[in-house]
């Protein structure tokens, strides 16, 4: 389940708004990510809460700033994560050949001493 599709959902549900479907259900309880994101959501209602007593909140302004932080591009972080992940295994890789390749030739010497 990509978790990127279902941002709205989580926090809905995290504010209890929705129940959500029961695979969603299931995989947020799984999913760090995703469980992080229904935390960060109660933690937020839980501010905004708190602020309603003191400074009283336009209608609709969680809404709006719910919006501008959905439309912050994570892919360039992503992406520098899968490509550090990559190189890290081209690099045991490279390494687990390495050594395999120089048994044989210790192999050899052991013999020969």
């Known amino acids: 389940m990509r978790c990127d599709r279902h941002h709205k959902q989580i926090r809905a549900m995290a504010r209890g708004e929705i129940i959500g479907a029961a695979k969603l259900r ?20 839980r501010e905004l809460q708190s602020l309603r007593s003191e400074i009283p909140v336009p209608n609709g302004l969680m809404d709006r700033i719910l919006e501008s932080v959905d ?8 992406a520098r994560r899968q490509r ?22 210790r192999r050899r010497s052991a013999q020969a001493s």
């Not at 995989?27 to 229904?38: D, G, K, P, V, W």
């Not at 439309?71 to 992503?78: G, N, Q, V, Y």
């Not at 992940?85 to 030739?105: E, M, N, R």
């Open 71 to 78: 439309t912050i591009d994570r892919t360039p972080f992503i």
């Open 84 to 105: 550090s992940k990559v190189a890290a295994l081209c690099g045991l890789g490279i390494a687990l050949a390495l050594g395999l390749s120089s048994l044989p030739a």
């Open 26 to 45: 299931q995989h947020a309880r799984r999913c760090l990510r995703c469980q992080a994101e229904m935390s960060r959501e109660r933690r937020i209602q």
